[in-house]
């Protein structure tokens, strides 16, 4: 099972880049990296997903290097409302065997 | 949107009773799952289930059991509710595992054991 390693907290302010960086030395071939946000009292909703090099929607961008050990979720220019705890999980999923781990995750807290 | 409901927000039991937590989702999705969150150890499985009737251990599945005899509906089930099972419980569903579209989760159902 891939186990990843995320900084506990960052603190950024309004209209910042933001980048936090997952470490997930032990990724197998099949896995995707998947980073998903959670605000208080609420279940986690997904943001991004990737496999390899670069990923980029709406919300984010994915960037995950060749050997695919780490990956960093970029928020572009945050706001207030990006104050959240994201999580960054690997794992394949397929046939019976999920045993996805989320980790503790990284509370992001931005400031005016 | 795909939608997971789970049918409580907040939930006071008392030691020793059976508790059912529902979980309801809309859009055909193959593998549901049931997450307790509690603070500084993140989410942890409990059960999930890849078809119905087919269920599978997580990590911490001690002192639960799950139920799903229809497509949309997972339960999780508290056979006798101990206090160190008060926690956040979420419901989570996904169409192919999490490496296709990621898993949609419920609001979460607060559960305090007294």
């Known amino acids: 099972l891939a186990k990843t390693t995320q900084p506990i907290s960052m603190d950024s302010y309004e209209g910042q880049e933001v980048n936090i960086t997952c470490s997930h030395n032990?990724?197998?071939?099949?896995?995707?990296i998947t980073w998903y946000q959670q605000f208080p009292s609420q279940g986690p909703r997904f943001i991004i997903q990737?496999?390899?090099t670069k990923v980029t929607n709406e919300v984010a961008s994915l960037f995950i290097p060749a050997d695919r050990k780490s990956s960093t979720l970029s928020l572009p220019r945050v706001s207030l409302s990006d104050t959240a705890v994201y999580y960054c999980l690997v794992g394949d999923g397929r046939g019976g065997g999920f045993k996805t781990i989320f980790g503790a995750g990284t509370r992001l807290f931005v400031k005016a | 949107d795909v939608k997971v409901t789970q049918s409580s927000r907040y939930l006071v039991k008392r030691t020793g009773e059976k508790v059912f937590l529902e979980c309801v989702q809309d859009?055909?999705?193959?593998?549901m799952f049931w997450y307790r969150q509690d603070p500084g150890l993140g989410l942890r499985l409990i059960y999930f289930s890849y078809d119905v009737k087919m269920k599978e251990k997580g990590d911490i599945p001690e002192g639960y059991s799950v139920s799903r005899e229809k497509k949309e509906r997972f339960s999780l089930i508290l056979e006798s509710a101990s206090t160190n099972q008060t926690s956040m419980y979420l419901c989570?569903?996904?169409?192919?595992?999490?490496?296709?579209?990621?898993?949609?989760f419920g609001s979460g159902t607060r559960l305090t054991v007294v």
């Open positions: 990737g496999y390899k």
């Open positions: 032990n990724i197998a071939t099949n896995d995707y």
């Open positions: 859009m055909d999705h193959e593998n």
């Open positions: 989570a569903s996904s169409l192919g595992g999490q490496d296709t579209y990621g898993y949609t």
